[in-house]
Nanobody, 122 residues
């Protein structure tokens, strides 16, 4: 079992930036990534990185604005979010997949964090 703990959420104005962090409780060789859920909407995929960090996957609406990275020495994955829009407001969840593939994590996550709120004001 592995625990995932997110941090870095908060309130930011439109056009601003935030960096989310997610620390795993132990070293894992799984893909890690982020999903989000806005009020009244289903949870959606945001981004994922392979266990090595060499392969990434993004939802189309996040490409060019969000960057995912990981530091395996710290068991941590990051999500740098730039040019934020009010529609990015959501609870952001860290996730880990069943294997090292970023593509597979997009379809299924086996581990979840508790979530961190991101609010973008207009």
């Amino acid at each position: 079992q592995v625990q995932l703990t997110e941090s870095g959420g908060g309130l930011v104005q439109a056009g601003g930036s935030l960096r989310l962090s997610c620390a795993a409780s132990r070293r894992i060789f799984n893909a890690m990534g982020w999903f989000r859920q806005a009020p009244g909407k289903e949870r959606e995929f945001v981004a994922a990185t392979s266990w090595s960090g060499g392969s990434t996957d993004y939802a189309d609406s996040m490409k060019g604005r969000f960057t995912i990275s990981r530091d395996n020495a710290k068991n941590t994955v990051y999500l740098q979010m730039n040019s934020l829009k009010p529609e990015d407001t959501a609870v952001y969840y860290c996730a880990a997949g069943r294997d090292g593939s970023a593509r597979n994590l997009r379809a299924r996550a086996d581990y979840w964090g508790q979530g961190t709120q991101v609010t973008v004001s207009s």
